[in-house]
T-cell receptor
Framework: SQQGEEDPQALSIQEGENATMNCSYKTSINNLQWYRQNSGRGLVHLILIRSNEREKHSGRLRVTLDTSKKSSSLLITASRAADTASYFCATDAYGGSQGNLIFGKGTKLSVKP | DVKVTQSSRYLVKRTGEKVFLECVQDMDHENMFWYRQDPGLGLRLIYFSYDVKMKEKGDIPEGYSVSREKKERFSLILESASTNQTSMYLC????????????FGPGTRLTVT
C-alpha cells in the first residue's frame, strides 16, 4: 500500500547547489518524516513534521508540508558530496494500521564535487 | 545513541533452506519492524511487533514468520527460502507510536540461490 511518492526519482546536482525533493501522499496524515539512506546501508531519520506545521528547519534541511495538496518538500541547501544518498518520505496514514509508517520509493540524489 | 544491529550484513543461502535473520536493539524500544527493500519497490513491511510475544502481519508476510521472545530481539524467519526472497532486509525499532522516529539497522543483503 503505497502512500508517499517521491519526485523526482533521481536528481544530480553540483556541490554547493540546492536540492529539492518532493513527496505526495494520498490519505490524511498525523505526521510526515524524511529519512536518508546511504548506499547499501540502513535508513537514518532526518526530520519529522506534524500535520499542523507548515515548515520546519534542521541545519541545512528545510521541510514544508501542504496538507491541502497532500504534499511535502525537502530542501537541502548548499549541498555537499556527502549528501549523496537516497531520500525517503514516510507517512503514518491517519487512522491507518496501528501507526505503521508507509515509505515512498525514494529520490536518489547525486552531488558531484 | 540507539543502536540496532543485525546478525549479518551479507548472507547466501540455498533454495529450501530455513533462514534466520536476527535483530537486536539496545534502547528498550517497544516496537520493532522488519522490511524488505527491492529496487523500484521501496520499503515494504513484512511483520511488526508492539510487545514481547506479539506480532502483526505487514503488507507482505507470505513466506515469512517472526519471533519476539525478548523485548530487545526480533527475529525474521524464512521457513523455506526461495529465490524471490533475495533482497535487502532492514530491521527497525521505535520507542512508541508513529510520532517517534524509527531507528534502522544496517541491513542484511540476502541472496538465495
Amino acid at each position: 500500500s503505497q502512500q508517499g511518492e517521491e519526485d523526482p526519482q533521481a536528481l544530480s546536482i553540483q556541490e554547493g547547489e540546492n536540492a529539492t525533493m518532493n513527496c505526495s501522499y494520498k490519505t490524511s496524515i498525523n505526521n510526515l518524516q524524511w529519512y536518508r539512506q546511504n548506499s547499501g546501508r540502513g535508513l537514518v531519520h532526518l526530520i519529522l513534521i506534524r500535520s499542523n506545521e507548515r515548515e520546519k528547519h534542521s541545519g541545512r534541511l528545510r521541510v514544508t508540508l501542504d496538507t491541502s495538496k497532500k504534499s511535502s518538500s525537502l530542501l537541502i541547501t548548499a549541498s555537499r558530496a556527502a549528501d549523496t544518498a537516497s531520500y525517503f518520505c514516510a507517512t503514518d496514514a491517519y487512522g491507518g494500521s496501528q501507526g505503521n509508517l508507509i515509505f515512498g520509493k525514494g529520490t536518489k540524489l547525486s552531488v558531484k564535487p | 545513541d540507539v543502536k540496532v544491529t543485525q546478525s549479518s550484513r551479507y548472507l547466501v543461502k540455498r533454495t529450501g533452506e530455513k533462514v534466520f535473520l536476527e535483530c537486536v536493539q539496545d534502547m528498550d524500544h517497544e516496537n520493532m519492524f522488519w522490511y524488505r527493500q527491492d529496487p523500484g519497490l521501496g520499503l515494504r513491511l513484512i511483520y511488526f511487533s508492539y510487545d514481547v510475544k506479539m506480532k502483526e502481519k505487514g503488507d507482505i508476510p507470505e513466506g515469512y514468520s517472526v519471533s519476539r521472545e525478548k523485548k530487545e530481539r526480533f527475529s525474521l524467519i524464512l521457513e523455506s527460502a526461495s529465490t524471490n526472497q533475495t533482497s535487502m532486509y532492514l530491521c527497525a525499532s521505535r520507542l512508541g507510536g508513529p510520532t517517534y522516529e524509527q531507528y534502522f539497522g544496517p541491513g542484511t543483503r540476502l541472496t538465495v540461490t
